[in-house]
């Protein structure tokens, strides 16, 4: 069983930066495979991007290539998402989860990021 916990959501205006934070219960954080995903209104949830567990390999979404970098701290069972020159397009509810084998099976209750021009 992982319990996941975000922080780090705001009110930024456009071309600034937000870091956030998904703290983990539990003893195997090191074993899964952590993503970030996002949902604006009236939109499905999307991939963000995602850490590896072993060799910590990164993945992301198109749009956040180049402006947001996920990495993990197995010794604090963290992993955070730093997002640059943020846009009003990146506005959204941010999750993290937890995957082990085919599925995320673990999910954050969110934190709200919203981006002014």
């Known amino acids: 069983q992982v319990q996941l916990v975000e922080s780090g959501g705001g009110l930024v205006q456009a071309g600034g930066s937000l870091r956030l934070s998904c703290a983990a219960s539990?003893?195997?954080?090191?074993?899964?495979?952590m993503g970030w995903f996002r949902q604006a209104p009236g939109k499905e949830r999307e991939f963000v991007a995602r850490?590896?567990?072993?060799?910590?390999?990164?993945y992301y979404v198109d749009s956040a290539k180049g402006r947001f970098t996920i990495t993990r701290d197995n010794a604090k069972n963290t992993v955070y998402l730093q997002m640059n020159s943020l846009k009003p397009e990146d506005t959204a509810v941010y999750y993290c989860?937890?995957?082990?084998?085919?599925?995320?099976?673990?999910w954050g209750q969110g934190t709200q990021v919203t981006v002014s021009t």
């Open positions: 989860a937890a995957q082990k084998g085919s599925e995320y099976g673990y």
């Open positions: 539990g003893r195997t954080f090191s074993s899964y495979t």
């Open positions: 850490i590896t567990w072993r060799y910590e390999i990164t």
